[in-house]
């Protein structure tokens, strides 16, 4: 079974710029979470979809930041325009529907330096 | 509102020794309790977690974990530590009152075995 991927691995922008992250989630898991991790410090949520519906989004920084869910397949997370402190990791996770306990499968992360 | 602390950035343990990374939590009900190890250039990887009953959890790799609901930790530990534990272990924690199920980090612990 495939994992959760995700896509660039790594990606250098300079402030202004745009940048598009991309999560392809496990076959089947209808929740689908970011995340990022910022300067060493603890992983932050984002937002949460139910398929093709954004459940939760109230860890998204501000509205620079787009995530869409189309068809509820895969997912992207766009910043526009991108800022310095955006720079950091972001992972995406995966679960099935089900109990809130079920594991989160996540994905190798995205590297986004802004400079 | 719920938080994670993970108290120590490094652990320094010798090959063979017990390995402990410490985890403490905060959250306004009953948790679940979650670890997730990120080996380099790899996803977060899940452990093992606490939902309800025995206080002792067992996981992968030969890593458990000790709930203590009145010290409100959650402690992970190997009896005998291998050089390839060395890696960056996430402690995290979900309040039963999300039903959406968001994790909540701790800032990480590098583990670092030396042979």
């Known amino acids: 079974e495939a994992g959760v991927t995700q896509f660039p691995s790594h990606s250098v922008i300079e402030k202004g710029q745009t940048v598009t992250l991309r999560c392809d989630p496990i076959s089947g898991h209808d929740n689908l979470y970011w995340y990022r991790r910022v300067m060493g410090k603890e992983i932050k949520f984002l937002l949460h979809f139910v398929k093709e519906s954004k459940q939760d989004e109230s860890g998204m920084p501000n509205n620079r930041f787009l995530a869409e869910r189309t068809g509820g397949t895969y997912s992207t997370l766009k910043v526009q325009p991108a800022e310095l402190e955006d720079s950091g990791v972001y992972f995406c996770?995966?679960?099935?529907?089900?109990?809130?306990?079920?594991?989160?499968?996540f994905g190798p992360g995205t590297r986004l330096t802004v400079l | 509102a719920q938080s994670v602390a993970q108290p120590e950035d490094q652990v320094n343990v010798a090959e063979g020794n017990p390995l402990t990374v410490k985890c403490t939590y905060s959250v306004s009900g009953n948790p679940y309790l979650f670890w997730y190890v990120q080996y380099p250039n790899r996803g977060l990887q899940f452990l093992l977690k606490y939902i309800t009953g025995d206080n002792l959890v067992k996981g992968s790799y030969g890593f458990e974990a000790e709930f203590n609901k009145s010290q409100t930790s959650f402690h992970l530990k190997k009896p005998s530590a291998l050089v390839s534990d060395s890696a960056l272990y996430f402690c995290a924690v979900r309040d039963l009152t999300d039903s959406w199920g968001k994790l909540q980090f701790g800032a990480g612990t590098q583990v670092v075995v030396t042979p």
């Open positions: 996770a995966s679960s099935q529907l089900g109990p809130s306990y079920n594991e989160q499968f």
